[in-house]
Structures are given as structure tokens and as C-alpha cells.
């Protein structure tokens, strides 16, 4: 039996554009919020904190709670190989310095860089429908199980 995890996502938004993570699957480029499992101890602020000063070179100013959304990774397309249930707390966030993967310390897993998304592009972005919840201004807050 493995536990559920809580991630903390940070949701920055600049003239249109998303702050993500740049990864690469067999596929080929793919994007994600930055964030991630929270630590035992840690609020979820803190812990959005750590992960954003880890994985952007970025300080950030944590504002409120936009999205919950749960991932059971066995509904979905990775679901041979993905046995995670995570439930993601996506917090919009105010950068205080320039992000700078120069600066960042401890990358994400498969992290190549990081990118502006623009939330018109055909980038693909996870969760997949975000660019399009953030652009029509969304605001059911929970999710539920979407990939």
C-alpha cells in the first residue's frame, strides 16, 4: 500500500505566460508547475517556498490557494507504469527576484529548464487542461482525478 502524497504547485502568471518546469519523456518536451511533496513538519507554504527557491533560483510570494486537483496515476495514460496517487494544491505565486536555473539547487527530477509558457501555445502543459482553466479564468477549485 503506498500513501497519498501532497504536492504543492506554484501557479505564476506573467503577460499571459506560465512559469513551468521543462522535462522530456519519450515524447518529447513537456511542461509542469513547479512544486512539489510537501516534507513532514512543513506547511504547505514552506514547502512551496523550499521547492520554488530548489527548482526556479526564485523567491516567491505565496497567495492564495486556486486549485486542488487529484492524480491516481493508474486512470490514466501512464497508468502501466504509475502507481501515484498525489493530490496537487496549486497556490498562484508573485515572483521577488528573476528565476535563474543558475541558482536553483536541487532540480526536480528530469529537469532540463525552465520555461514561459504561453497559454495559447500548443505546449504540452500538465495537468493538460490547466492552459485552458487559467485562460477562461476557472474557478471550481477542486478538481477531482484529472490527468
Avoid at 508547475?33 to 523550499?50: D, I, S
Avoid at 500548443?122 to 485552458?132: H, N
Wanted: hydrophobic share 35%; net charge negative; glycine share 6%.
Amino acid at each position: 500500500m503506498y500513501p497519498v502524497r501532497n504536492s504543492i504547485k506554484a501557479i505564476i502568471l506573467e503577460n499571459r505566460k506560465l512559469l513551468c518546469i521543462e522535462k522530456r519523456d519519450i515524447e518529447g518536451l513537456y511542461y509542469i508547475l513547479p512544486g512539489g511533496g510537501q516534507e513532514k513538519n512543513e506547511t504547505f507554504l514552506e514547502a512551496l517556498a523550499r521547492e520554488c527557491k530548489e527548482e526556479l533560483g526564485a523567491t516567491v510570494k505565496v497567495k492564495h490557494l486556486k486549485y486542488i486537483r487529484e492524480y491516481i496515476g493508474k486512470n490514466h495514460e501512464f497508468a502501466a507504469a504509475d502507481d501515484l496517487h498525489q493530490v496537487e494544491f496549486m497556490f498562484e505565486c508573485e515572483l521577488l527576484d528573476i528565476p535563474n536555473i543558475k541558482n536553483a539547487y536541487r532540480l526536480d527530477d528530469g529537469q532540463e529548464n525552465l520555461k514561459w509558457v504561453e497559454l495559447d501555445s500548443e505546449d504540452r502543459v500538465y495537468p493538460m487542461c490547466l492552459k485552458e482553466r487559467l485562460k477562461s479564468k476557472y474557478e471550481e477549485l477542486y478538481w477531482g482525478d484529472i490527468n
